[in-house]
């Protein structure tokens, strides 16, 4: 199918998400190259650099596009939600209610909640930057209906892959299979003794997989594959085919927020790729299911985590790889002919250029 080229990891951990892409395209018949050589694909960790962007050829792809960060970072994706919302209140509540301070410090007001114990507090801090970061301070409402009760009383978030190729152009696809990542301690609403047992409020895996409460077990564990996950809510009387509506509603409409700013950079950096699409993109939406199993959109990540170290992993972000890989259809572009192309373009700039500055003489 053509070479690749796998960008130099940074850092022990993205090492160990390259390998796995790495032997994902080798599957699918793709040798990688070095930086200097001619490549068909180009796999990066991090964001696309403009000079990189400019060096693409037609029938090159890069896994990013430009413009994504609008919904892949915290702030960018609070404001673009929040705007949405403000247009669209009945369909945008998919998020928790969230300002970005201090610019939203006056819309934010005096709110409180009510954490159980008679009391009332101020918002709870999501991400608070450093003392020594810059940027802004993101804040949530706090609400009691965060809580999942349907899985054994246990906090829940589920983390779907979606794969958008040249958004307005093609279609984007949902991954069927995913993680749903559970929380090792039994949900109890925030009070000032429990709001910072993070094994109970985080279902993060890097974090609970050192509880001592953490089940490794593929039906019953503390990360299980959403199909097994569905399975059994269906046995339990769910309405999954409901749930799953909802999400890719969810995951929909934040696509939908970042589509003018994704559209008109892709437009302005890749003018000449009409025919196929210049980027490609896996994101994981990272989604928290409440007792109602309502989902509320918590993030969404431009590089989900591929390292692995279960079979349970390998199973499911190896399958997703091998399947973005052939869905980008190398073989769609000529290489030779869009070269070929490429080359008539840069002549016949040159002419017009030598015949301009002929008649100004």
Known sequence: ??????????????????????????????????????????????????????????????????????????????????????????DYNIFPRTWCLPAEARARGTR???????????????????????????????????????????????????????????????????????????????????????????????????????????????KRKLSTMSAWMTANGYNTAKLWQDIEDVIIKTLIAAHPVVKHSYKSYFPNHTTVSACFEILGFDILLDSDLKPWLIEVNHSPSFSMDSQLDHEVKHALLCDSINLINLLACNKRKAMEEDREQARARLRQTCRTHSASR
């Open 1 to 90: 199918k053509g070479p690749w080229y796998l960008c130099p990891p940074p850092s022990p951990l993205s090492s160990a998400c390259f390998g796995t892409v790495r032997r994902a395209a080798q599957c699918c018949r793709l040798k990688e190259v070095g930086e200097d050589e001619e490549w068909t694909v180009c796999w990066m960790d991090s964001l696309v650099s403009l000079d990189r962007i400019k060096e693409m050829k037609r029938f090159q792809k890069i896994n990013h596009f430009p413009g994504m960060m609008e919904i892949c970072r915290k702030d960018l994706l609070a404001r673009n939600l929040n705007r949405m919302l403000k247009l669209f209140p009945r």
């Open 112 to 222: 409180r909640f009510d954490a159980g114990d008679g009391c009332l507090h101020s918002p709870l801090h999501l991400c608070r930057p450093l003392r020594w970061s810059t940027g802004s301070t993101l804040v949530a409402e706090g609400r009691g209906r965060v809580q999942v009760t349907v899985l054994t009383g246990i906090q829940l978030d589920v983390n779907h892959h979606r794969i958008p190729q040249a958004l307005g152009q093609k279609p984007i696809f949902l991954y069927k299979e995913g993680l749903a990542r559970f929380a090792t301690m039994k949900y109890i609403d925030p009070s000032s003794t429990k709001v910072e047992d993070i094994c109970m409020h985080l279902t993060n895996y890097a974090i609970n997989k050192r509880n001592e409460n953490f089940i490794r077990d593929d039906t019953i564990g503390s």
